[in-house]
């Protein structure tokens, strides 16, 4: 491994979203493995307008920090709702329960995780409908 590495996120990393038939209303760009990062991690997500994100997670200490790159939504934290705007960063520790829902101008994230990761727990229909 390089002291650096240089990717393109959009030409160099694959949109997982795709993989889980997800895209084109969820883009899901994890960068961990192609810039050798190590003891964290990042991705890019991008949320189609109105739509939900039809799960949530959590993580047994991985703990992250989320950045509104543009547009705005709503995070359910632990089924507490809060509305999030371009520019607006969230800490979330990782026993959190986590889960995105974009407004009506869709919204663009980077997460950003501290700590080794790979301890996900997907939740399944975390928005229950609403």
Known sequence: MSDW????LKDD????AERFGLA????????RKALE???GGFSYQRLAPNFSAPFGHRHAA???VYLVL???GRVKLEGEERELRQWDALR???PVARGFAAGPDG????????????????????????
């Not at 590495?5 to 393109?8: E, L, P, V, Y």
């Not at 990393?13 to 997982?16: H, T, Y």
């Not at 209303?25 to 960068?31: I, K, N, P, T």
């Open 92 to 94: 979330v520790s990782g």
């Open 13 to 16: 990393v694959e949109n997982s």
């Open 62 to 64: 991985h703990e992250e």
């Open 5 to 8: 590495t240089i990717r393109n």
């Open 70 to 72: 543009s547009g705005s």
């Open 107 to 130: 919204m663009e994230l980077l997460a950003i995780g501290f700590g080794e990761g790979g301890d996900s727990e997907m939740l399944d229909d975390y928005w229950g409908g609403s």
């Open 24 to 31: 084109p209303d969820l883009e899901a760009r994890f960068g």
């Open 37 to 39: 990062v190590e003891g």
